[in-house]
């Protein structure tokens, strides 16, 4: 999951940075309100931390502009400001919530899951998809309450795709969502880390599908694959199917009444 900071000031930053990235989040840091505003436009992100004595460009006239153009990730709000009137302005702006500093890191990190929770529409923790789930705040995955044992870079995949609700996610989506700016790398080892988790996922009936033209998503393998890999739940596919089996009744039948 990326997540945009947008922070002056260096301790503070560098602290929330720093505990996003153990808890195996991708951070991308700007330190003005310029910044910021140009990574928003440039990358997509999960979320927001957004402060709001920010140099250069106002966090609040971020905010604004960022929900004049539809966006509706979560965006936290983290101020020194604790007026109410400031709260209450941000809040009706468009932000998720608001957390006022001096902050532990430990809430920090409850709101931010609480926002992105609720961006999910779900209730707890918790999202599933078939026999796949996935907790928010461990940062598990089970398969059949099974943990599944996955690298940073295989969980943040498949976290991407839980959280996209099975739409596809193009390849340069991809790229953008698992990888900092400083990081240089190719579409080929996205294709390397989706191999590896659907080798992972293969025995628990979950696919990731290559839609052309769209993208990747998850899917549940189709149950006939068992005695017919091939097949697919196209209309096509039934027919084919339909008619092996009726053809091979039929001459089971024949070569019954000959016996």
Same mark, same amino acid.
């Given at each position: 999951?990326?997540?945009?900071?947008?922070?002056?000031?260096?301790?503070?930053?560098?602290?929330?940075? *720093? *505990?996003?990235?153990?808890? #195996?989040?991708?951070?991308?840091?700007?330190?003005?309100?310029?910044?910021?505003?140009?990574?928003?436009?440039?990358? +997509?992100?999960?979320?927001?931390?957004?402060?709001?004595?920010?140099?250069?460009?106002?966090?609040?006239?971020?905010?604004?502009?960022?929900? &004049?153009?539809?966006?509706?990730?979560?965006?936290?709000?983290?101020?020194?400001?604790?007026?109410?009137?400031?709260?209450?302005?941000?809040?009706?702006?468009?932000?998720?919530?608001?957390?006022?500093?001096?902050?532990?890191?430990?809430?920090?990190?409850?709101?931010?899951?609480?926002?992105?929770?609720?961006?999910?529409?779900?209730?707890?923790?918790?999202? +599933? /998809?078939? !026999?796949?789930?996935?907790?928010?705040?461990?940062?598990?995955?089970?398969?059949?309450?099974?943990?599944?044992?996955?690298?940073?870079?295989?969980?943040?995949?498949?976290?991407?795709?839980?959280?996209?609700?099975?739409?596809?996610? =193009?390849?340069?989506?991809?790229? #953008?969502?698992?990888? &900092?700016?400083?990081?240089?790398?190719?579409?080929?080892?996205?294709?390397?880390?989706?191999?590896?988790?659907?080798?992972?996922?293969? !025995? /628990?009936?979950?696919?990731?599908?290559?839609?052309?033209?769209?993208?990747? *998503?998850?899917?549940? +393998?189709?149950?006939?694959?068992?005695?017919?890999?091939?097949?697919?739940? =196209? /209309?096509?596919?039934?027919? *084919?199917?339909? =008619?092996?089996?009726?053809? =091979?009744?039929?001459? /089971?039948?024949?070569?019954?009444?000959?016996?």
């Amino acid at each position: 999951m990326k997540i945009l900071l947008i922070e002056d000031d260096a301790i503070i930053g560098d602290a929330v940075k *720093s *505990s996003l990235e153990k808890a #195996e989040y991708v951070v991308e840091w700007a330190k003005n309100g310029l910044e910021g505003e140009i990574a928003l436009t440039d990358s +997509q992100f999960e979320a927001v931390i957004l402060d709001l004595g920010l140099p250069k460009k106002h966090g609040l006239d971020i905010l604004k502009n960022l929900r &004049s153009k539809k966006n509706q990730f979560p965006v936290l709000i983290i101020s020194a400001n604790e007026n109410i009137d400031n709260k209450i302005l941000g809040l009706d702006l468009g932000a998720d919530d608001y957390l006022a500093k001096p902050f532990e890191l430990q809430e920090l990190h409850a709101r931010l899951r609480a926002v992105i929770r609720r961006t999910n529409q779900s209730a707890d923790n918790v999202i +599933q /998809f078939g !026999p796949l789930s996935f907790n928010i705040k461990d940062r598990k995955f089970l398969a059949q309450n099974k943990e599944l044992s996955l690298s940073k870079r295989e969980l943040n995949l498949l976290e991407l795709f839980m959280l996209k609700n099975n739409r596809s996610i =193009s390849k340069e989506n991809l790229l #953008e969502k698992l990888y &900092s700016w400083d990081e240089d790398v190719s579409e080929n080892a996205i294709e390397v880390y989706i191999h590896r988790v659907r080798t992972k996922l293969k !025995p /628990f009936g979950v696919e990731i599908i290559n839609r052309r033209g769209l993208g990747y *998503s998850l899917g549940l +393998q189709n149950p006939w694959s068992l005695f017919y890999p091939r097949r697919s739940w =196209s /209309f096509s596919g039934f027919l *084919s199917l339909w =008619s092996s089996l009726f053809w =091979s009744t039929l001459l /089971f039948f024949f070569f019954g009444l000959i016996i």
